[in-house]
C-alpha cells in the first residue's frame, strides 16, 4: 500500500488525547508497516501540519502538510530507527481537553548499521473534533 491510498482516511472517528498517546506510542514500537501507519495516520485530520523541527540537520522539511506527506516523512526518516523500548513516559493532557504532550525516553537503533540511539523525546499533538491537526 502507498503513502496516498494510507493518507486517504476519512474524518469520521473522534479520538481523545489519552488514546493519541496510547496509539503514538504503539505506533513507534511498530515495524512501521502498512497496517500500524494505517492505523497511526487515521488519527490524523487530512490537512494536519506534522512539526519536525530537527529535520533541516538532515535535510528535510521542518514542516509537512497533510497525512501524504508526514507519512512519507516517517517512511523516509523515522522507519530507519528501531525503538527497543520506551520508558518514563509521562502524558499531560491539555487544559482545553484538545491538545496533549508526549514525554518519553527511548532506546532505540538504527536498523542498517546496529548503532545505538538512545534519546529522551517530545510529541506535542493538538487535535480539533477529535483528530490531530498539528504533531
Known amino acids: 500500500m502507498n503513502d496516498k491510498n494510507l493518507a486517504s482516511t476519512k474524518n469520521t472517528i473522534h479520538f481523545t488525547p489519552q488514546e493519541v498517546a496510547t496509539a ?15 492505523e497511526w495516520i487515521s488519527m490524523f485530520d487530512k490537512d494536519a501540519i506534522g512539526e519536525f523541527p530537527f529535520g533541516t540537520r538532515s535535510g528535510t522539511k521542518t514542516s509537512l502538510e497533510g497525512t501524504g506527506a508526514i507519512l512519507h516523512h516517517i ?34 537503533h538504527f ?14 499533538i493538538k487535535l480539533k473534533n477529535g483528530k490531530v491537526i498539528r504533531k
Open 75 to 108: 517512511r523516509e526518516r523515522v522507519s530507519k530507527i528501531k525503538f527497543d523500548r520506551l520508558y518514563d513516559v509521562t502524558i499531560t493532557a491539555g487544559d482545553d481537553g484538545d491538545g496533549v504532550v508526549i514525554e518519553f525516553s527511548g532506546d532505540s
Open 24 to 38: 503514538h506510542q504503539k505506533f513507534l514500537m511498530s515495524s512501521f508497516d502498512d497496517a500500524a501507519s494505517a
Open 111 to 124: 536498523k542498517e548499521t546496529g548503532i545505538s540511539y538512545n534519546n529522551r523525546f517530545v510529541a506535542a
